[in-house]
């Protein structure tokens, strides 16, 4: 690479990182960490479990932000001196080093960047999965389980706390349906881009044919509710049920009946929880993850309203990722046309490349 080429390239990316470090606006991110440090400091911290996980994990995270942006603008800021390097001694050794940090540094701002196109009213905060299973009978419920575990292992792999709400088994394999929360930073707005029908095409190992089978499975990602959102839920109008948890093939998880499902029966909405030994802390749970599907119908209907007023819709239809395992092997968006050849990787978690396509299509659609 020509040292002009690479000049000019260095550049761009400084150019780049300057604007990524405005849109994060370190500063006020540095003033936050001072703010938390000092909450996170008194001795008074752990008298409230839940308000003090809330204090360090924020804390944790922004100095994460923090490390990443400062750690990335010197990797960029000592590229210039490597390549000048490589350039005096004509060593080809040094030369390809310097190559190889050039596009990982370029890869590791593509990711930072698409970090800067979560600017929606929810996108920071955490997020609920629900995954359903939908046409294809068994192995739709094959399927469900599979991306529940796609997106386990995707958060595992990242280092993100995770929580499973309620599973519902079904009889033969699989899973009817799950909820579980994803306790990061940005991931609701990270995972939203995932929401929508998911369709697998493989020989069903369910067929003692060894046929074809195209199932679906539907995933829904919601915001967590605050307390700022104002949701209000009248007891009146719900319909509480108790019941006794379950694992697969009906097995019993304990012998009490401490699972609860909440029924809205205004909007019709069920919600479950059974992943708590007592009952009230099920149902705690369990309404706020109904709080949160209501806030989500709540956007959704305002959305509406504003897509009306602009004489359109939301441009994305529901059907949204193929899964193909048979006649040949891949895995594609239907929106962004993002696309790889190695579905085993994706189920094991490795879906980066679809969320980062999937947020940058979402912000042109925005346009």
């Known amino acids: ?177 799950t909820t579980f929360a994803v306790q990061a930073p940005y991931a609701y707005g990270t995972l939203s881009v995932e929401q929508g029908t998911h369709r697998l095409v493989r020989i069903s190992p369910f067929d003692n044919q060894g046929r074809r089978q195209t199932s679906f499975a539907g995933v829904e990602i919601l915001p967590v509710v605050e307390q700022t959102d104002h949701i209000e839920i009248d007891e009146s109008e719900l319909r509480v049920d108790v019941y006794r948890s379950s694992g697969p093939g009906g097995q019993g998880v304990n012998t009490t009946d401490s699972a609860v499902r909440l029924t809205h029966l205004p909007t019709g909405i069920v919600v479950s929880c059974q992943n708590e030994r007592s009952q009230i802390q099920n149902k705690a749970t369990a309404m706020n993850v109904l709080q949160a599907k209501l806030l989500e119908r709540q956007r959704q209907e305002e959305r509406a309203k504003m897509d009306a007023l602009k004489d359109g819709g939301s441009s994305w239809g529901n059907q949204m990722r193929s899964y193909v395992l048979h006649p040949y092997q891949m895995v594609k968006d239907l929106r962004t046309e993002f696309e790889v050849g190695n579905p085993e990787a994706v189920f094991n978690g490795e879906i980066d490349g679809f969320i980062e396509a999937g947020i940058r299509w979402r912000k042109q659609q925005e346009k």
């Open 1 to 177: 690479m020509a040292v002009v080429d690479v000049s000019e390239e260095l550049k761009s990316l400084s150019s780049t990182m300057e604007s990524i470090e405005a849109v994060l606006d370190l500063e006020k991110l540095r003033a936050d960490i001072a703010v938390l440090e000092e909450q996170a400091a008194a001795p008074s911290l752990w008298d409230n479990p839940d308000e003090a996980q809330k204090i360090t994990s924020k804390l944790s995270h922004l100095q994460a932000e923090v490390r990443k942006a400062e750690a990335l603008r010197g990797r960029i800021d000592d590229l210039g001196v490597l390549f000048e390097m490589a350039e005096e001694e004509d060593d080809p050794d040094t030369r390809a080093e310097a190559e190889s940090e050039l596009a990982a540094v370029k890869k590791a701002l593509d990711e930072m960047e698409v970090r800067t196109l979560l600017s929606g009213e929810y996108d920071s905060r955490e997020a609920l999965v629900n995954i359903r299973a939908e046409a294809g009978g068994v192995d739709a419920a094959d399927f469900a389980e599979k991306l529940q575990r796609m997106y386990l292992r995707w958060a595992e792999q990242r280092g993100y706390k995770t929580e499973i709400y309620e599973t519902s088994y079904a009889e033969e394999a699989g899973i009817k349906s």
